[in-house]
């Protein structure tokens, strides 16, 4: 049973930074891409970061470009989402999907299988 399960969460000042985990069980991470999300409240869910299996390449929405970095350890089946110099407006739930696919995309219709979420909260 694929399971995905994040890490990580809370509370912030802006400026400050979150190491969010998405520690995966059912599969092994070398075939499937990998992406984060995040959902602020009354907003649509919005592609975040994610990297590929093939090669690690990895894709950032230009909102977050610079500040936050995806990683992966398929040793441990666990990505990551290294967030610094956080602002208020990242204040959201955010999620890690997963799809089988050597290449990743921040379409959230392109994943098959979600998180519960964490919040993170940034406050000015």
């Known amino acids: 049973q694929v399971q995905l399960v994040e890490s990580g969460g809370g509370l912030v000042q802006a400026g400050g930074s979150l190491r969010l985990s998405c520690a995966i069980s059912?599969?092994?991470?070398?075939?499937?891409?990998i992406g984060w999300f995040r959902r602020a409240p009354g907003k649509e869910r919005e592609g975040v970061s994610c990297?590929?299996?093939?090669?690690?390449?990895?894709v950032y929405a230009a909102s977050v470009k610079g500040r936050f970095t995806i990683s992966r350890d398929n040793a441990k089946n666990t990505v990551y989402l290294q967030m610094n110099s956080l602002k208020p407006k990242d204040t959201a739930v955010y999620y890690c999907?997963?799809?089988?696919?050597?290449?990743?995309?921040?379409?959230?219709?392109?994943?098959?299988?979600w998180g519960q979420g964490t919040q993170v909260t940034v406050s000015s």
């Open positions: 999907a997963t799809v089988q696919s050597l290449f990743c995309t921040i379409i959230s219709s392109s994943y098959d299988y």
């Open positions: 059912g599969f092994t991470l070398n075939y499937y891409a």
């Open positions: 990297i590929s299996s093939s090669d690690g390449r990895t």
